[in-house]
């Protein structure tokens, strides 16, 4: 399959379940809802090291919080529930109850429970007060700025870590200006999120080492200054290669970031130095999802 | 099918419980088994066909008529369904709510939604002494769901309660939250005396400071509470002076009390 000169690969990318939840931030204005939602997202690109994978869904605007506020819908995904209610804990007690004017709500009404203001209350020392508002429950908790407005309880759900697609280009410039071109129509979806830096990843890793204590290491069949040197997946046209990863609440929606962002890197095509679009996977072995390129983009 | 209509034949000369009319109690029951069920009057036994007309079959939907200010618990109990009464009511009306609605277009007596856990009372007029409150020898008043109060409240209103919410569109007398653990009251007119007395936790929220402070409610300034957004949010489209408040509103002067039994209590007057 070829598509403005891009080879699509007869591969597909191999993503796993995981636990996803949705969170609201608020503040006073936009830009304090931002510095929260980056610090709570921050540190959280792959499960390998961080604990959790996250990243801004969108901007809303006052009308769509709950408080009328401007806020920020965030995603967090974890390998198990366990991991999730760690994550969620830490980084809303360390990044959003200490940050200006915060307050944080629920992003979903279903799934299972997942204590939010349940357990950061007690940070009031008694002083903390919930309310009953619509059939939630709401804590309170008195900081230096006023009140810390916290929901009790989140809801996590089923959902999928690790949707990807490299880009395989002529040079590093041109590979990184398609994946921006891709994550900008990208970030225009709901339900997903690029939790590398800029959503673009250069650091491909395969299952394993030659070091015993690590159990992944640099994707060598896809790094080109070793394509001489070892078993390479690249021809001598490629100069460079970068990958975007996905998490999502639902199969459907990182499916359709998928497809969205190919087509966006396949509408600069060869003219603009792309070779091939191609994805990571593990023999379809070890994940739950598989996203078949030329399934997607047929 | 028609809403089931009790019909006061005359006004009874002493209290009638009729809590037992409620929908779930007379869900399935056939006329003849509704006009059957014995109501005390007093000393006095009566059939329920001999105390009122009675017409229509939906026992989902119950309208009591005529002067109803002797009947007591009205609805009370009920975990579905809807009860209107044409005019006042008398005392303990929605004892105990679960769920349903309670609609009184005039006054209702005293104690009106004590022990009430969920569901809505609306009443159009006044409510008289302890609404949502705790009656003798319980240890808690209200404990969920929303009242409605469309006139003037008595004295301790909200005394002892535990959870839910109380709107009052005009005033509300003294001593109002006095013992309160838990829960909102709104007053939307002016306040009596010494509110807060004994009060543990929860929220009164006035438009105005009461006639009188008491000495151990202390005041803690002016604030912006985000809470107050949702609150008023859920209330929007509330019949009265509540379902048109600006939910972006939400600086009040924040009075903690009562500071004798702890003090985790709050007083917000809206500015």
Redesign the interface.
């Known amino acids: 399959m070829i598509i403005n000169g891009v080879a699509i690969d007869d591969t597909f990318a191999e993503a796993f379940g995981m636990r996803g939840i949705r969170l609201i931030i608020t503040a006073y204005n936009e830009t304090w809802a931002l510095h929260s939602a980056n610090a709570l997202t921050g540190f959280a690109t792959s499960v390998i090291a961080c604990g959790a994978e996250a990243g801004i869904e969108r901007m809303m605007s006052p009308d769509e919080t ?4 401007p806020g920020v819908s965030v995603l967090l995904f974890a390998v198990s529930s366990k991991e999730l209610i760690k994550q969620i804990e830490r980084r809303v007690g360390q990044c959003v109850l200490t940050s200006p004017t915060s ?1 944080i709500f629920a992003g979903l009404d279903e799934g299972d429970p997942v204590p939010l203001g349940k357990t950061l209350r007690y940070f009031g020392d ?2 903390q ?6 059939g939630k429950r ?1 804590w ?1 908790i008195p900081v230096m700025d ?2 810390f ?1 916290v929901q009790d309880t989140a809801r996590m759900v089923k959902a999928v870590g690790g949707g990807n697609f490299l880009v395989l280009a002529d040079t590093q410039v041109q590979a990184l200006e398609a994946c921006e071109a891709a994550i900008v129509d990208m970030r225009k979806l709901r339900e997903i999120v690029m939790p590398f830096p800029g959503g673009v990843v250069r650091s491909g890793s395969k299952v394993g080492s030659k070091y015993k204590a690590l159990s992944a290491s640099t994707n060598d069949a896809f790094c080109p200054t070793l394509r001489g040197a070892t078993k390479s997946e690249l021809d001598e046209r490629i100069g460079a290669v970068l990958e975007i990863v996905i998490d999502g609440l639902t199969d459907a929606s990182v499916k359709k970031a998928m497809e969205v962002g190919m087509r966006a890197v396949c509408r600069i095509g060869a003219a603009g130095g792309i070779r091939r679009l191609s994805a990571g996977n593990y023999g379809g072995k070890l994940g739950q999802f598989q996203y078949h390129l030329r399934e997607i983009l047929k | 099918m028609s809403a089931l209509t009790f019909t006061l034949r005359s006004a009874p000369a002493q209290r009638v419980d009729v809590g037992m009319l409620n929908p779930a109690a007379l869900a399935g029951q056939a006329a003849s088994d509704i006009a059957a069920i014995v109501l005390n009057v007093g000393k006095r036994v009566v059939r329920a066909d001999e105390l009122f007309d009675i017409a229509g079959d939906d026992a989902t939907d119950i309208v009591f008529r005529g002067d109803c200010s002797k009947l007591e618990r009205i609805g009370a109990g009920m975990k579905s369904g809807h009860v209107t009464v044409a005019g006042d009511a008398g005392p303990y009306v929605g004892q105990g709510l679960l769920g349903g609605t309670i609609t009184v277009s005039g006054s209702a007596g005293a104690f009106c939604a004590t022990g009430m856990k969920g569901g809505r009372i609306d009443i159009a007029g006044d409510v008289g002494e302890s609404a949502g409150g705790a009656i003798p020898g319980e240890m808690k008043g209200m404990a969920g769901g929303l009242l409605l109060v469309g006139g003037h409240a008595g004295d301790r209103l909200g005394d002892r309660m535990r959870r839910g919410q109380i709107l009052v569109g005009g005033n509300a007398g003294d001593y109002c939250g006095t013992r309160m653990i838990a829960g909102t009251i709104a007053v939307a007119g002016a306040l009596g005396a010494y509110p807060a007395y004994g009060m543990k936790r929860g929220t009164l929220i006035l438009n105005a400071l009461p006639a009188q402070m008491l000495p151990t409610v202390v005041d803690c300034g002016a604030h912006r509470l985000g809470f107050l957004s949702l609150l008023y949010a859920s209330w929007k489209g509330l019949p009265g002076p509540f379902g048109t408040l600006d939910a972006g509103a939400c600086t009040v002067r924040r009075y903690m009390g009562d500071m004798a039994v702890g003090g985790r209590g709050e007083l917000l007057v809206r500015g």
């Not at chain 1, 007060?129 to 619509?134: L, M």
Request: proline share 6%; charged share 30%; no cysteine.
């Open positions: 709950p408080d009328g506020r307050a008694g002083f007060t919930s309310k009953q508002i619509a709401y309170r006023g009140e407005l």
